[in-house]
Structures are given as structure tokens and as C-alpha cells.
Nanobody
Framework: QVQLVESGGGSVQAGGSLRLSCAAS????????MGWFRQVPGKEREGVAA???????AYADSVKGRFTISQDKAKRTLYLQMNSLKPEDTAMYYC????????????????????WGQGTQVTVSS
């Protein structure tokens, strides 16, 4: 059963932009916290950005000022606008839904999310 579906990944040159989308099935889209993560082979999954209740946002230091997380609750869709992309942004990007509010740095921890998409690949060439 498909629950979270990411799209918008692709290949882009350094300095370019991409916009990722994550469409959620009903009851899966969390009003508590939705997050974007990324992972490269051999490394742990890394929290990129999250958006919580009342629209509070959080970002990894490596993407602050370049990435913007947003949502359309009516469409149950999460977005990640990625600008000024760098080769080190190359990864598989996943969206995730948390079943409860997350505080402080808890948004970074994958174990706090219970639904995940299948991922969309982002490749940035130099």
C-alpha cells in the first residue's frame, strides 16, 4: 500500500535547483511533523529539514539558506525547494511522517518517524 510518494529528483549541475514533492495518503500526512531525509550509500540517513505543527521549520546546517521546506496540508503534500545545489547534496532523498510532536533536535532522528517514502534520487554534478 503506497503511503508516501516522493517525486522531483533528477540530475542537475552545481548551482542549479530542484523541487521535491511528497504526496501522502489520507491519515498518513502528519500534522505533528513531516521531514525530509537523505542518504548516500555507506552512510547513515541524515535529517535535512522538517516542518512541524504551526509551520515551525528546522534545517540541517549544511542546507540552511539554500533549502526551503513547505507544505500544502489541503493537498497532503510536502515540498523541498533546493537551490544553489552542491555535489555534496547528491543523495537519495526521503520524506517521512512522525506520529507525535518532535522537539529540539528530535526531528533529526529517523527512528522518530513511522512512515517513509521510497525515495527520489538527486544527483548534482560539478
Amino acid at each position: 500500500q503506497v503511503q508516501l510518494v516522493e517525486s522531483g529528483g533528477g540530475s542537475v549541475q552545481a548551482g542549479g535547483s530542484l523541487r521535491l514533492s511528497c504526496a501522502a495518503s489520507r491519515y498518513i500526512y502528519s500534522t505533528y511533523c513531516m521531514g525530509w531525509f537523505r542518504q548516500v550509500p555507506g552512510k547513515e540517513r541524515e535529517g535535512v529539514a522538517a516542518i512541524a505543527i504551526y509551520g515551525r521549520t528546522a534545517y540541517a546546517d549544511s542546507v540552511k539558506g539554500r533549502f526551503t521546506i513547505s507544505q500544502d496540508k489541503a493537498k497532503r503534500t510536502l515540498y523541498l525547494q533546493m537551490n544553489s545545489l552542491k555535489p555534496e547534496d547528491t543523495a537519495m532523498y526521503y520524506c517521512a511522517s512522525a506520529p507525535y510532536p518532535l522537539y529540539g533536535e528530535d526531528w533529526r532522528r529517523p527512528q522518530n518517524y513511522n512512515y517513509w517514502g521510497q525515495g527520489t534520487q538527486v544527483t548534482v554534478s560539478s
